[in-house]
Structures are given as structure tokens and as C-alpha cells.
């Protein structure tokens, strides 16, 4: 015995199970695609309903750290340096009998990777890249330029 007419919707859904499929597909990409945030593009104002990080305030920008490769006159105190160390970074202040005092430009430093030296022409000293924080890594940069640095291990 077969009764009719009980659940005519449930047997056209049933019959046409690819296209209601191939709805539910779409509808759930249509939500999905509502709901992933978009970061703003460059110059571009965020939207009301997007939340903005407010910008960071110049003490903020200075402490951010920034990796900044670093050349260390002895080259074999820096074969001795592995990743993740912690260093100090001392410049030599120039000639010693000029009555310079050495200084530390970078405190706590954190090495983050030891090139290889190069093929090329042989420079004193070798490199290695630092993370520091960015007022740090001007500093350095103009250690560097003006004489010599050292690392001493933490």
C-alpha cells in the first residue's frame, strides 16, 4: 500500500538533490564571502562597520623593532654568534689616544641570522643581522659609518 500526497515537498527535494545542493553551496559562499574581514588598502578610508587600529604613537613607532644588519670588526668573535643570542653592541669611539670612550649603541640586541662571508673582496669584519628596536638601528648605522663595532655576549 502506498499513501500519496503525504510530503510532496520532501519528494521534489529529495528528486532534485543536485540543484538544491548547488543552492545551499551558494548561499553558504554569499554568507562566507560577507563575513571574511578585508584589510584596507593603502590610502583607502576603512569602512564604518570595519574596525581601524589606531595609529601608533611615535614612542611606540621608535621601540617597534626592526632588524638591521650590522658589520662587527672580528670576524671570529662573530663565527661564535648563533641566532636567537643576545648581544651588546659597543662602538670603539675612534683612536684611543683622542681620549674617545667606548659606548654601547645597542643593549640586548637579538642576533637574527649570521651570513656566510662572501666570494667576494675580503672586508674587515663580518655580518651579521640584529633585531633592535628602530631608534637602536639609526644608532648603529652611524656607529657603524663613523668606526668600528664590537658584540659582547649577554
Do not use: N, Q
Not at 510532496?8 to 540543484?19: A, E, T, V, W
Not at 589606531?54 to 613607532?61: G, K
Amino acid at each position: 500500500m502506498r499513501v500519496r500526497g503525504g510530503w510532496p515537498r520532501l519528494d521534489r527535494l529529495l528528486r532534485h538533490r543536485r540543484r538544491v545542493l548547488a543552492v545551499g553551496l551558494a548561499m553558504t559562499a554569499a554568507a562566507l564571502a560577507g563575513t571574511v574581514p578585508r584589510a584596507a588598502a593603502p590610502g583607502e578610508t576603512p569602512a564604518p562597520h570595519r574596525v581601524a587600529a589606531a595609529p601608533a604613537p611615535a614612542a611606540d613607532r621608535s621601540a617597534a623593532k626592526v632588524t638591521a644588519p650590522v658589520r662587527i670588526a672580528d670576524a671570529d668573535t662573530v663565527r661564535l654568534l648563533r641566532p636567537g643570542d643576545r648581544v651588546d653592541v659597543i662602538a670603539a669611539g675612534g683612536s684611543p689616544s683622542a681620549g674617545a670612550e667606548p659606548r654601547t649603541v645597542a643593549s640586548g640586541a637579538r642576533v637574527t641570522a649570521v651570513p656566510e662571508p662572501g666570494e667576494g673582496p675580503a672586508e674587515a669584519g663580518a655580518l651579521v643581522v640584529l633585531s633592535v628596536p628602530r631608534d637602536a638601528a639609526a644608532r648603529l648605522a652611524g656607529a657603524g659609518a663613523s668606526g668600528p663595532l664590537a658584540v659582547a655576549f649577554r
